[in-house]
């Protein structure tokens, strides 16, 4: 019985210093590579730098004008007769919008039309008289006086009722009615908005920075929210002649044929102005960059003089993004290879092992 458990325990030690064994290897060899610096290589991927010819642009906002634009008001005071348009109504130059009541006006043109021809013809009786030297000069010059006079005031009285009659100045649509049949007018209250937007302005300003950059006939591309990633495109046709000097900035002035009428006045778009001028840059994916305070940077791969690849860290300067490929203005040569996919998990130094799967587009 005592032989069998010696035997036992004999065995168990053994085992027990075999485990033991094997576990100081490796916890000894674990302690080798901590000392060597060498950790498990990170698998990334990796791209290569891609020089490409970019159109310089430059980024703004601004907002659609109409070519001409107006609220109508009425110019003098009265009491609405007629209304000729409905809402949303497309009318031509000249077109009569509202009519006010001219009943008073249209008595006094009588009035003062029989007055005016009681003094032409007193006029020209006195003109025969003048010329037989039966009247003096003074009588004559009287009469022509009275008659011009006459004439003015209904002149006048016909001005006066033109001014009840309410017209379009210029084609165009018009807006939403604002006033009923019946309504008494102030001088100067807004009738209804006419706007002619068959062609709009994109009005923005830019830097002091680009001025010799900007000039007239340049491309002007942009978006509006209401039609998503639809581009639409104008020429620019004017310069402010000075920089606003509280911001620093020049006013830009573009035009566009507004086909369809898709666009309004009022509508708030993104802006790209093109320069004429074409330049090569380098460019690398948005997903290589490291972004921070302290400066952006990415990862560039290397093979040391131990044949290990190695991440290296680069500092960088980001110019203009487009798309999800951004440029860099300095930090690269444009023969690297930088890490696209697993950017987060580097220092600089890092051992990697390039993966050699290929990223799917809609993954970047």
């Not at 001409?68 to 109504?89: A, L, M």
């Not at 937007?197 to 830097?207: G, K």
């Not at 131990?306 to 860099?328: F, H, L, N, P, S």
């Amino acid at each position: 019985m005592f032989k069998r458990t010696s035997i036992f325990i004999s065995l168990l030690l053994l085992v027990l210093a075999g485990l033991g064994f094997i576990k100081y290897q490796q916890i000894q060899q674990g302690m080798a590579m901590m000392a060597a610096g060498a950790p498990p290589p990170t698998t990334v991927e990796v791209i290569d730098v891609k020089q490409v010819q970019w159109q310089p642009r430059i980024s703004a906002v601004g907002t659609l004008t109409a070519r001409e634009g107006i609220d109508v008001s009425n110019e003098v005071e009265g009491i609405i007769e007629k209304i000729y348009f409905t809402s949303g109504q497309k009318v031509k130059a000249g077109a009569k919008i509202v009519a006010l009541n001219d009943d008073v006006e249209q008595a006094d043109l009588v009035s003062f039309k029989a007055q005016e021809d009681l003094a032409r013809t007193l006029f020209k009786r006195n003109k025969d008289m003048w010329k037989k030297k039966t009247i003096s000069e003074t009588e004559f010059d009287n009469a022509r006086s009275n008659m011009e006079v006459a004439q003015a005031n209904v002149m006048q009285t016909k001005a006066r009722i033109a001014r009840k009659s309410i017209r379009a100045p210029f084609s165009g649509v018009l807006g939403i009615k604002k006033i009923s049949i019946g309504q008494y007018l102030p001088t100067g209250t807004m009738l209804v908005s006419l706007q002619d937007y068959s062609s709009l302005y994109i009005d923005f300003a830019v830097a002091e920075k680009y001025f010799p950059d900007v000039k007239k006939g340049l491309e002007v591309q942009f978006r509006v929210s209401a039609y998503g990633d639809q581009v639409f495109v104008g020429k620019v046709i004017a310069i402010d002649a000075r920089v606003n000097e509280a911001t620093r900035n020049i006013s830009v002035r573009a035009q566009l044929v507004n086909k369809g009428g898709l666009l309004r006045p009022g509508m708030y778009a993104g802006i790209d102005l093109l320069l004429d001028k074409s330049a090569e840059v380098i460019v690398v994916p948005a997903t290589a960059i490291v972004y921070s305070s302290f400066g952006n940077a990415l990862f560039i791969v290397k093979e040391n003089d131990e044949a290990v690849i190695t991440a290296q860290r680069v500092q960088i300067t980001t110019g203009e993004q487009r798309g999800d490929q951004v440029a860099i203005l300095t930090g690269l040569n444009g023969d690297e290879q930088v890490v696209q996919a697993g950017v987060s998990k580097l220092r600089n130094n890092t051992p990697v092992k390039i993966s050699e799967q290929v990223r799917l587009k809609g993954s970047e």
